[in-house]
């Protein structure tokens, strides 16, 4: 049987994180998104003590935050700590990826430097991987580009379960670290900009310099700028990208200058563009590249205004966050698979059941589904969008890009689920059927050879199982020996049937470590259908797989 190696990583976890991480850019200050840091530690990643060291023009590091502890904070707040002292502990420290742990036997030649720190005293360990008063672990930031120059350090003391982070937890906060030096970067970058637009409201003589300041920082920005006509005939084209967009997007500036950010999204993106306001409006959504791929961006809009003839240009910050979209994936895909084998789990299965299922009962006839040997595709294709005019601006709305999306209207796209009623007997309804597969003698497997061959025993069975299946049915493992198929458009012969065909995929020898193994299944078949629960759902393939297992023969189902 499979290890868990560290806590499970629950949904609310990591919706929780994700929402930390998104709190990092509303921030309208420096100050405040330095103080957002460390709250975000202490909220989204389950540490007690935060503190967030930010590097000085001479290079020391002062606390600059604290969350966790009033009466730490007050203490330590504002105190400074020397860059020589500093370096010392990064090099020193045990690498996690980028993060340095210092173990409390190795920190106590660290008692006397000048780093400012704060602890209380506490037992000795009573097993490995349990968290010690004295042990230290540092989140280094750096500014994003080839340099890595070093913008701060979070510091994080006192996880809540008491114990050391484990490789999800390691990821999560190095991720977290990453994302904070990115948004404490754009809210220097922000202060900048905005000195600059309040330069260009000036007189004539001030207005040329504050436009020189604002070419420098808009140029010279380590992420993505453009501006765009706001209004007209013309709102929406781009006038003006700086290098690093141009970059982004494989595009030279002379060419960016014939499109508007509607001809470069992902077509599945288009609504959300045209909901993305001009004041204030941010999105995350996808850019074409010049190669035909695409990029996920950070879109933040602000309106540069002229005092006599109102707005004149949208100013849009385009940030990368390609990196950030592929660890969420990542971090969802552990959420919702089996460690394993990698199949969807018990948490994923449910939700795909309960998308199929509404509360009304469907009536008999109502869906036939695809044939038992159709392929499967996509599901109904969303409406399209509709447009009049082209983009075209309206002066009525506030939309940052100008457009007005036409059409809509409500539409249920649920295709209610019914079962068959003649039991054994197909009687030509086709529905989605639920399998449900209980290993037999593999517990035998388990205390005979141990949980390394049953876990290989586990691994073969859910590549056995996948491989025969269609593409579009799910084949889940519900936890320790059980999985569960998800098959669509079957009669109640052809649900019989794929059971016998799975059956006999997984009887034939499993050969782990030049050792033959061998297990059984039993299969129960229970029929989503709309007015059940999705417990209900399970319950019934359940109690059928069991009456099936009793009623076959002992023999027919020893493994060993």
């Not at 453009?226 to 982004?248: K, M, P, S, V, Y």
């Not at 004041?279 to 996920?296: F, I, K, M, N, Q």
């Not at 889940?476 to 079957?490: Q, S, W």
């Not at 006999?504 to 061998?518: E, L, Q, S």
Request: hydrophobic share 35%; net charge negative; with cysteine.
């Amino acid at each position: 049987m499979e290890t868990e190696s560290e806590p499970y990583v629950r949904l609310s976890t990591l919706r929780q994180l994700h929402q930390v991480v998104a709190d990092l850019n509303t921030a309208r200050s420096l100050a405040d998104t330095l103080q957002t840091v460390a709250d975000g530690v202490v909220a989204g990643l389950n540490y007690q003590l935060a503190c967030v060291n930010l590097v000085r023009p001479d290079g020391d590091l002062v606390v600059a935050a604290f969350a966790g502890d009033p009466a730490a904070e007050a203490l330590i707040t504002g105190r400074v700590g020397s860059r020589d002292a500093w370096e010392r502990r990064l090099t020193m420290g045990v690498p996690w990826g980028d993060l340095r742990f210092i173990p409390h036997t190795e920190g106590w030649v660290l008692m006397d430097d000048d780093v400012p720190q704060w602890h209380t005293d506490g037992p000795a360990p009573r097993f490995e991987d349990e968290w010690h008063p004295h042990d230290r672990l540092y989140a280094p930031m750096y500014a994003s580009g080839t340099g890595r120059e070093l913008l701060g350090v979070i510091s994080v003391d006192r996880p809540r379960n008491g114990r050391h982070p484990g490789p999800w937890g390691q990821e999560a906060l190095q991720m977290y670290a990453s994302q904070s030096a990115i948004a404490i970067s754009n809210a220097r970058l922000r202060s900048n900009m905005q000195r600059a637009l309040v330069r260009l409201e000036r007189e004539q003589q001030a207005l040329r310099a504050s436009e020189e300041s604002f070419r420098q920082a808009f140029e010279y920005a380590p992420s993505g700028m453009a501006i765009a006509e706001l209004g007209g005939d013309q709102h929406g084209r781009l006038l003006r990208t700086n290098d690093a967009l141009c970059r982004l997007l494989g595009r030279p500036a002379s060419a960016m200058r014939r499109y508007s950010f509607a001809d470069l999204v992902h077509p599945e993106d288009i609504g959300t563009l045209l909901r993305t306001s001009a004041e204030g409006g941010r999105a995350e959504l996808r850019l074409g590249r010049r190669d035909g791929t695409y990029v996920w961006v950070s879109l933040r809009n602000s309106v540069v205004a002229d005092t006599a003839d109102g707005p004149r240009f949208l100013l849009t910050h385009v940030e990368d966050i390609e990196e950030r979209k592929r660890h969420e994936l990542q971090l969802a895909h552990r959420a919702s698979h089996d460690a394993l084998t990698g199949l969807p789990n018990s948490a994923e299965l449910r939700s795909r059941l309960s998308a199929r299922l509404c509360e009304r009962p469907a009536h008999t006839g109502a869906y036939q589904g695809p044939g038992p040997d159709a392929g499967y595709g996509p599901g109904p294709d969303p409406l399209p969008v509709a447009y009049e005019g082209g983009y075209g601006y309206d002066h009525e709305h506030e939309h940052g890009f100008g457009f007005e999306q036409a059409g809509g209207g409500a539409y249920d796209h649920h295709v209610h689920m019914v079962a068959p009623t003649g039991g054994d007997i197909d009687d030509g309804t086709k529905g989605l059927a639920v399998l449900f597969c209980d290993l037999d003698g593999f517990k035998s497997i388990n205390d005979r050879f141990g949980h390394h061959t049953g876990d290989a025993v586990l691994i073969e069975v859910a590549r056995r199982l996948t491989t025969g299946v269609r593409d579009g049915d799910t084949v889940a493992r519900l936890g320790g020996d059980e999985f569960v198929v998800l098959a669509d458009g079957l009669g109640a012969a052809d649900a019989a049937d794929l059971a016998v065909r799975l059956r006999n995929a997984i009887i034939p020898p499993i050969r782990v470590d030049g050792r033959a193994v061998r297990v059984g299944a039993s299969f129960g078949i229970g029929w989503a259908e709309c007015g059940m629960t999705v417990e209900e759902v399970l319950n019934s393939a359940d109690q059928r797989m069991y009456v099936e297992k009793r009623s076959r023969a002992k023999v027919h189902r020893r493994a060993g």
